[in-house]
């Protein structure tokens, strides 16, 4: 994970620093509290406006990351977020914050699910959650598009990636895995040759 991250706390004017691991395991347990329908809405707020611990274009690359390496999107996110302030211990606080309190939370909501899900309310109040978590979904990626203007690829190509994976996956049900294979690969090659462009024209 280490040659992945850069181990360095971001250094760019107005950003802050985590203190500590015990804040950092306090700020994703209150990240993991409030992530009701999704965690990765939640995140960008806490992360990126109230803590002010990344800037958006560095929430987006690892966000990134996170989405394309196994397990987690919001895991993979906390553990390289940690490792980059205290190593292992802060990958360790930072997973742990987002799990520790929600899975007693889980386990109890799981023992009353199973008791009361035959309820008509109930089974009306989950399916109507369905709605919450795709708005929260969505209100992300709104805020985090601007990001998406300093992309080396350029912002049209960026928008062009996005609308044709919400195409692929939402409306043509292909599996996620070529989608981001696929798209992915075609990203990163059109990134690198605008880069390698960009520095040539530099010299």
Known sequence: MA???DTEPPAEVGLRAPRSCTEL?????????????????????????????LER????????????????NIINLALMFGQRH???????????????????????????????????????????MGAVAA????????????ALQRNPMGPWVCFAIVAISALALGWLRWPLVGV?????????AWAWYRLAHSSAAAR
Do not use: C, D, K, N
């Open 3 to 5: 040659a992945l991250v």
């Open 25 to 53: 395991f306090t700020a994703f347990t209150r990240l993991a509290l409030q992530g009701f329908g999704g965690v990765i809405a939640v995140a960008q707020h806490e992360l990126v406006e109230y803590r002010r611990w």
């Open 57 to 72: 274009e560095q929430f987006v690359e690892l966000l990134s990351l996170a989405q394309v390496l196994p397990g987690p």
């Open 86 to 128: 205290f190593g292992w211990r802060g990958a360790a606080a930072a997973a742990g914050g987002l799990l520790a309190v929600p899975l007693v939370i889980v386990l109890v909501a799981a023992t009353l699910y199973g008791r009361f899900a035959s309820i008509a309310p109930v089974a009306g109040a989950l399916r109507g």
């Open 135 to 146: 708005g929260l979904v969505l209100g992300t990626a709104l805020r985090l598009a601007p």
């Open 180 to 188: 981001v294979l696929v798209l992915g690969a075609g990203g990163y």
